[in-house]
Nanobody, 121 residues
Framework: QVQLVESGGGLVQAGGSLTLSCEAS????????MAWYRRPPGQQRELVAK???????TYAPGLEGRFSITKDSAKKTLYLHMTNLNPGDSGAYSCNIFATTTTNEYLRSYWGQGTQVTVSS
């Protein structure tokens, strides 16, 4: 069973910063793509940023410059550094990976449980 453990969410004032982390379990062998999504209150889930092995990072429109996606491959950990946050950035943030595991050699999509980010005005 793949586990993605997210952390770093919380309550922050507008203009503040947060860094989210997503650590994959040891049974993950090869990660092809890692991404952060968010679900604002009452809205559908949307892509925030993506990082693939073959490409540089990509961001949702308007987020590049405030958000930065990075990874530590040795730790199988994905990060999302968020700065100058505003109330519109509030939502449940989840990480997603396409990866192979010790029991499945084919790439599959896996999701974390999510971490809540609330930005107060």
């Amino acid at each position: 069973q793949v586990q993605l453990v997210e952390s770093g969410g919380g309550l922050v004032q507008a203009g503040g910063s947060l860094t989210l982390s997503c650590e994959a379990s040891d049974n993950v062998v090869r990660i092809h793509t890692m991404a952060w999504y968010r679900r604002p209150p009452g809205q559908q889930r949307e892509l925030v940023a993506k990082l693939a092995n073959t490409n540089g990072p990509t961001y949702a429109p308007g987020l590049e410059g405030r958000f930065s996606i990075t990874k530590d491959s040795a730790k199988k950990t994905l990060y999302l550094h968020m700065t100058n946050l505003n109330p519109g950035d509030s939502g449940a943030y989840s990480c997603n990976i396409f990866a192979t595991t010790t029991t499945n050699e084919y790439l599959r999509s896996y999701w974390g449980q999510g971490t809540q980010v609330t930005v107060s005005s």
